[in-house]
């Protein structure tokens, strides 16, 4: 019988969590039929477990709910292409962990999105800080400004052994549409459950004028991209200065999906 390939760097993803369902299905049937891979396994969880014993979370990651340090997952992977592989598989994944553990709220803690129906998603939205490398998560109608950098993340909170498909996108004051989740159209719209999850890069604010509008759209299988920002596009001219009424259109317009809308208004 042949042995399921598990690539270094998704058994890693495993390791800390940062897989879908399917890939956890997957990996762990692989781990039953293969002793050398749960080896390798091993290896990883006592290779984290020593590194921590010798910098221990709470000096690395300050305790603090509201300020959290802001990485870029492609910026800091682009310069380690020649480490050795367990080397480049501990910098690509730490800066997320780092993302992800370091300041995120607890489940209780959180400070949600406009919610337009009882789901179990939530889009979360931070600020660079005065203070170089934090930021500060903001609340839904926080006022910001042009030049302003925003990192986006979101939230799954689901337990059931199905994936989750979504599609995060803004509207601006002019109107315009921009894709964040995925990255380009072609890519697939799996996310992750359980975990907060900070999109791959920040980004700066433009001139536009009044507000920036963000959209979640969720559901349980694949969703198709480009059919999403056609209906964006179309929500794009009605919403046209009426952000009040943002939630309202995108909840009409998105209605058979689970949708999270986050507004923040330019001063």
């Known amino acids: 019988m042949s042995k399921t390939r598990i690539s270094n760097l998704l ?3 495993y390791n800390i969590g940062e897989i879908t369902n399917k890939e956890k299905i997957k990996i ?13 396994l091993s290896e990883l969880k006592q290779a984290n477990s020593n590194f ?5 979370k709470e000096k690395l990651f300050p305790a ?9 997952f492609h910026s800091v992977s682009k310069p380690i292409l020649g480490l050795c592989a ?4 501990f910098l690509i994944a730490f800066p997320v962990f780092l993302l992800k553990d370091s300041f995120l709220p607890q489940p209780d803690e959180r400070i949600k999105g406009a919610s337009v129906s009882n789901n179990s998603i939530e889009l979360n939205v931070y600020v660079m800080g005065d203070t170089a490398g934090e930021a500060v998560k903001l609340e839904n109608k926080a006022m910001i400004h042009e030049g302003n950098v ?9 337990n059931d052994t199905k994936d989750k498909y979504g599609t995060i996108f803004s509207i601006d004051g002019r109107n315009h549409v921009t894709l964040h989740y995925p990255y380009n159209q072609r890519q697939d719209t799996v996310l992750i459950t359980g975990k907060d999850i900070p999109l791959d890069e920040a980004f700066r604010l433009d001139d536009a004028p009044k507000y920036e509008i963000f ?3 969720a559901g349980d299988s694949p969703l198709n991209v480009g059919n999403i920002l056609n209906i964006a596009e179309s929500l794009a001219q009605q919403i046209d200065g009426k952000d009040n009424e943002a939630e309202n259109f995108a909840a009409a317009a998105f209605n058979e999906y689970e949708l999270e809308v986050f507004t923040l208004l330019k001063e």
């Open 11 to 13: 058994l890693e993803r």
């Open 28 to 40: 762990e049937k692989a781990l039953a039929e293969d002793d050398t891979l749960a080896a390798s």
């Open 52 to 56: 921590y014993r010798q910098f221990p």
């Open 64 to 72: 603090n709910a509201r300020r959290i340090k802001m990485y870029s």
């Open 86 to 89: 367990a080397a480049m598989l």
């Open 150 to 158: 925003i990192q986006l993340a979101y939230f799954i909170n689901k």
């Open 215 to 217: 959209f979640f759209v």
